[in-house]
């Protein structure tokens, strides 16, 4: 395999987990702070 492709390949998953892992992130806030009612 070329390694453009691996490494296209590999960024690709990276920012793919960082979108996943920022949108857990954002979401878990959302509801933390819907739990407790205020902002910290």
């Known amino acids: 395999m ?3 492709v691996t490494f296209h ?3 690709a998953a990276a920012t793919v987990w960082s979108g996943l892992r920022f ?3 954002a ?3 959302m509801r933390h702070l819907d739990f407790s009612g205020t902002a910290k």
Do not use: K, R, V
Request: hydrophobic residues 35%; glycine residues 0%.
């Open 2 to 4: 070329p390694c453009d």
């Open 9 to 11: 390949e590999l960024f």
């Open 23 to 25: 949108a857990y992130t």
């Open 27 to 29: 979401l878990y806030s």
